[in-house]
């Protein structure tokens, strides 16, 4: 990676979020912003937004910008030190699920023809979507920053940000000190001074899209259930976890109800839907797999339930109860 002063980015796709933020960095550095759509290169080579946004507007025909629109993917990505993936990510209702495959077309171009550039996620994308895209490419180079941005005031949401956040692999100092360049990227481009700058896990980052969205336009004083849509029966669960784990059904002990028993616990997210727009981004199957994994691989976490000392402790705290 070249020297911070020197850093060239691309930028894959150019609607708002991607021309924003090419916007934003090209005050300071080379920015490529790469589209499949002829006009909108032109326009933007032009000094002309393709899109309504004030600010994106005033800086393309004002500014001095280092920026350049293309349709070449190869030459914008095989010089970049990062690749900000803004490419959209369409929500297919009937599958319940976004539609990942724009962003994933720009993974497959990125590490064949630059595999050491960092590519930043910038697209909406589901919970746990990075680290199983990063398994599925068997990359490294992939990081996630989401957007806090709206539409028509897109750039200005980026020189005035209420705060940045990076996610990254926490345990890789490479991928670490990557977010914070980037981060400094974004930082050097806002005009507001002193933002606040988070660095967490890519689980995390990809979660707090849903609070910050209930938080910024939800409506004072309502409750705003994030569910998935999944409604289950204690006995299906049980069942794919034995699936799963390659034991067998014959393990499961049935045992009665306790008294006072609730028969149905379920989560409504249709408010969350109707009024913020908020949709389920993972599958239940997908979720169920990996949170079995997360089992498996933090065993030290639940060993110690199982343990006498913990059946001595729950005993004291509850016999008399």
Not at 11 to 28: C, E, K, N, P, R
Request: glycine residues 6%; proline residues 3%.
């Amino acid at each position: 990676m070249r020297e911070f002063k020197d850093l060239k980015i691309a930028v894959a796709g150019t609607g708002y979020v991607g021309l924003s933020i090419a916007t934003l960095l090209s005050q300071h550095h080379k920015v490529t912003a790469v589209d499949i759509i002829p006009e909108k290169v032109e326009l933007i080579n032009n000094k002309k937004s393709p899109i309504q946004d004030e600010y994106i507007e005033k800086y393309l025909a004002e500014k001095e910008l280092d920026l350049t629109a293309t349709l070449d993917a190869k030459e914008a990505y095989s010089d970049a030190d990062f690749v900000v993936i803004a490419a959209p990510t369409n929500y297919d209702s009937k599958k319940n699920f976004f539609d990942t495959s724009a962003v994933e077309a720009v993974i497959k171009l990125v590490i064949e023809y630059n595999p050491e550039a960092i590519m930043v996620i910038k697209s909406t994308i589901p919970v746990g979507y990075t680290a199983s895209v990063r398994e599925k490419f068997h990359c490294d180079n992939i990081i996630f920053s989401p957007e806090f941005l709206r539409e028509s005031k897109a750039l200005y949401d980026n020189l005035y940000p209420s705060r940045i956040i990076v996610g990254t692999d926490v345990d890789n100092a490479r991928l670490v000190k990557a977010a914070h360049t980037f981060a400094e990227l974004l930082q050097e481009g806002a005009i507001k001074e002193n933002i606040d700058t988070l660095f967490m896990g890519f689980t995390e980052a990809e979660a707090v899209k849903a609070i910050d969205l209930i938080i910024h336009n939800g409506r004072v004083g309502e409750v705003y259930n994030v569910g998935g849509h999944n409604e289950k029966q204690n006995i299906e669960i049980v069942k794919i976890i034995c699936k799963e784990l390659g034991k067998p059904e014959s393990l499961i002990t049935h045992v009665g109800d306790r008294k006072g028993h609730d028969m149905r616990y379920a989560i409504d997210p249709t408010k969350i839907h109707n009024e913020l727009g908020w949709l389920p981004e993972t599958k239940f199957e997908d979720g169920i797999k990996k949170t079995i994994q997360w089992y498996l691989d933090n065993r030290e976490w639940w060993e110690t339930i199982i343990s006498g000392e913990y059946q001595n402790y729950y005993e004291k705290m509850y016999s008399n109860r």
